[in-house]
């Protein structure tokens, strides 16, 4: 067996994707569009994961499971990794509190200026070109609408 971790990891994405996929097979379509254009292929993926895990041949050595940096001291990555969770449940609040459309530019701008130190030029180019595909796919061409953030909700703006 290739990896027990692997395994369940699989057998988890298979389950959730799968899941979304069937209880979205009653929306509208506007409404199940997403949900099926990605759980489809996540199932189709997680299922090679687990033959994979289950049928595959053993290790020969020439792929490796992820492994956290061995080379770096434990409190660095640790704090690496407590960052990256950090920036993740910031943008998961942003979202609650602004909405979809105010939190995606907003964070790749804070992301790219705190995080990746970038100057204010690219930063703002970048959170441009993501603020217009966002907008221009999801609003323009799905007309998708996205529910106001509690903020917005608060202070009766939505």
């Known amino acids: ?74 409190n660095v990555v640790l704090v690496r990794s407590l960052r990256a969770t950090g920036w993740m449940i910031g943008f998961f609040g942003a979202i609650a509190l602004l909405g979809f459309p105010i939190a995606v530019p907003l964070f790749v701008f804070l992301y790219l200026k705190l995080q990746g130190r970038e100057g204010w030029g690219l930063s703002m180019a970048m959170t441009a070109a993501v603020w217009g595909f966002f907008y221009g796919l999801f609003d323009r061409v799905l007309h998708l609408p996205f529910p106001a953030g509690w903020i917005q909700t608060w202070l009766g703006l939505a």
Request: with cysteine; glycine share 8%.
């Open 1 to 74: 067996m290739h990896s027990k971790a692997s395994l369940i990891l699989g057998v988890a994405i298979m389950a959730l994707s799968g899941a979304a996929v069937v209880v979205a097979l009653d929306w509208p379509w506007k409404a199940k569009l997403f949900p099926l254009v990605i759980g489809i292929p996540v199932f189709c993926l997680a299922t090679a994961e687990v033959l994979w895990s289950v049928f595959g041949a053993a290790d020969r050595g020439g792929a490796m499971d992820f492994r956290i940096s061995t080379h770096l001291p434990r």
